[in-house]
């Protein structure tokens, strides 16, 4: 075949329109932005963000695309999640209820003491359950395709071994939430919010005595290296626990065809919210084992001594019940219903 210059121009020309058309058939009919803050080596966005997307893009047959950006990438701090959404900034985010205080009043009571009995399986099926109920009021144009909450907080200790309520008289504890910060302070320390990112350095520079954090967050943040102790109760009892939720912009759930949101919502329904509590509760063996062979010490409380931290935190309970009455939300109604069904779902 002779190339003659009229015949190079067309191959040229021909070139990017073949290209235009491979990309346009290669793409995906829907894509959506997902924010989070933390690494790309954390066991959430490992183990459960990217699973999950990949899960719906495959469900999709490529319909579907959903670009992870982790650390905060598009900006923002942490706190700022649940605004990007709601004003469209990103499609979708993994968001700390706790970050945005006050904002998700009814989704707190997962995170009082006593609540959460050592399975978050447990805890995310009633959350699943109650939400159409109880909890949508929250959801101001934010539609949660799944909630959840993680393994509970354990103490990491820098210097000091706590084995009673009197052994944090005066310290300063980390918490991610104001029910935490309740927390705290019916131990008798101090309360310091401070988003997960933020804990080594105030753990280094001795702003905090200790924090309130789950044993899977330990290897990404290296916490082993600025403790000495991680402490929990029996039976990996813990201090409450923080709820989070991936949500998506209202408008544009609503904006999508049903067969879409329904491949959304058939994975992320009961089974998922149960895999994701078993995720979550499998991450905290890894991160134990990181700190034990650093060096540091695991501490299982006594049954007696774990009841001096119960009786010490009971008015927490009641002070958030009287606060969700005095703004005219069942508090005790939604407390009594979460812990049904935290017993029923932990059976």
């Known amino acids: 075949m002779k190339f003659t210059q009229r015949t190079f121009i067309k191959l040229a020309l021909a070139v990017p329109a073949i290209c235009m058309a491979i990309t346009t058939a290669n793409a995906a009919e829907f894509e959506f932005k997902l924010h989070h803050f933390l690494s790309p080596k954390a066991p959430a966005h490992t183990k459960m963000l990217t699973p999950w997307a990949e899960r719906i893009e495959k469900a999709s047959d490529g319909r579907i695309k959903i ?15 649940p605004r990007q959404v709601r004003d469209g900034i990103v499609d979708m985010a993994w968001i700390v209820n706790a970050y945005a205080a006050g904002a998700f009043p009814r989704t707190e009571v997962f995170e009082l003491p006593g609540v959460h009995q050592g399975s978050s399986a447990a805890v995310n099926l009633a959350m699943f359950e109650m939400y159409e109920k109880y909890l ?10 799944f909630q ?12 000091k071994l706590v084995r009673s309520p009197a052994d944090l008289q005066g310290l300063k504890i980390r918490t991610p939430s104001r029910t935490g910060a309740w927390v705290i302070e019916a131990l008798g320390a101090s309360p310091v919010k401070t988003s997960v ?10 702003v905090v005595d200790g924090a309130l954090i789950p044993f899977e967050i330990i290897p990404p943040l290296k916490i082993q290296q600025q403790t000495k102790y991680q402490i929990e109760g029996p ?12 949500a998506i912009n209202t408008e544009r759930w609503n904006g999508l065809p049903n067969d879409i949101q329904k491949i959304f919502l058939d994975n992320s329904g009961a089974a998922w919210h149960e895999e994701v509590g078993n995720i979550w509760d499998g991450a905290e063996a890894g991160g134990i084992a990181v700190a034990v062979k650093a060096g540091n010490e695991h501490i299982q409380l006594s049954d007696a001594e774990w009841s001096e931290f119960e009786k010490a935190v009971e008015p927490v309970v009641g002070r958030w019940i009287k606060e969700m009455n005095d703004k005219g939300i069942p508090g005790q109604i939604l407390y009594d219903k979460a ?9």
């Open 197 to 206: 990112g933020e804990i080594p350095v105030a753990l280094s520079k001795k």
């Open 148 to 159: 959840h909450v993680h393994g509970g907080q354990a103490m990491h200790m820098a210097d």
């Open 67 to 81: 670009t992870i950006y982790p650390s905060m990438t598009l900006g923002g701090k942490p706190p700022q999640l």
């Open 235 to 246: 039976g990996g009892k813990r201090l409450g626990t923080t709820s989070f939720q991936v």
């Open 136 to 145: 949508k009021p929250d959801f101001k144009k934010l539609k949660p395709l």
């Open 339 to 347: 812990r049904e069904l935290v017993v029923k779902y932990s059976k």
